[in-house]
């Protein structure tokens, strides 16, 4: 596909699962962000790779989220022992480099109950 | 948290009037750049002002951009009811090496027929 496709495009989970939501960016793309974004918010930083490397993670909530890009394509945000506060849409966006324009998925919408 | 406040928080106008949505933010920036959202969706990007630039225009859409104030309007013109979605404006700070996007929290726009 042409555009940034994340799956799934919805998730319920119970209080203490693990979830894994992935991102496939836009083919050579080097940049790839993770957002939040709270219901009736603006998205919220979390994470950024260029190619395989995380270079900031300093919007991560808290040690239960995990990201990886281990080939520098296709990346995957790991949410352990999940809380309700985790509940929120997660966003990825890739960038070819630079200061071009972000191209975002579509999200997925994670529940947790 | 985000960068900055969007004024106002929701819009609603008649089909063909044009609508005027408004952007502060806080700290100095690289440029800044205008997202729209539809319901369930990713955010589009919809244009970039850079931070030496005081206006700019691409089809129905006027950017401005204040530094000394800090603030950035979007102005839509003739509007159409496809334009109704939420949009965000978006900085990337000048103290920032990757450009990690900071969202404001976004002007819900409804257009009427």
């Known amino acids: 596909g042409a555009g940034v496709s994340q799956s799934p495009r919805y998730k319920v989970a119970k209080r203490g699962q693990d979830v894994a939501l992935r991102c496939d960016p836009i083919s050579g793309h080097v940049s790839l962000f993770w957002y939040q974004q709270a219901l009736g918010q603006g998205p919220e930083f979390l994470t950024y790779?260029?190619?395989?490397?995380?270079?900031?993670k300093s919007g991560l909530p808290s040690d239960r989220f995990f990201a990886e890009r281990p080939e520098g394509s296709v990346s995957t945000l790991k949410i352990q022992r999940t809380q309700q506060e985790d509940s929120a849409v997660y966003l990825c966006?890739?960038?070819?480099?630079?200061?071009?324009?972000?191209?975002f998925g579509d999200g997925t919408r994670l529940s947790i109950l | 948290s985000q960068q900055g406040e969007e004024d106002p928080q929701a819009l609603s106008i008649q089909e063909g009037e044009n609508a005027t949505m408004n952007c502060s933010y806080k700290?100095?920036?690289?440029?800044l750049q205008w997202y729209r959202q539809n319901s369930g969706r990713g955010l589009v990007h919809l244009i970039l002002i850079r931070s030496n630039e005081r206006e700019k225009h691409s089809g129905r859409l006027r950017v401005t951009l204040d530094t000394s104030k800090k603030s950035s309007s979007l102005l839509i013109t003739a509007s159409r009811a496809a334009d109704t979605a939420s949009y965000f404006c978006a900085t990337v700070p000048l103290s920032q090496g990757a450009q990690k996007l900071v969202f404001g929290q976004g002007t819900r726009l409804t257009i009427n027929p």
């Open positions: 790779f260029q190619n395989e490397a995380q270079l900031d």
């Open positions: 700290t100095s920036i690289n440029n």
């Open positions: 966006a890739s960038v070819v480099t630079g200061s071009q324009p972000q191209h």
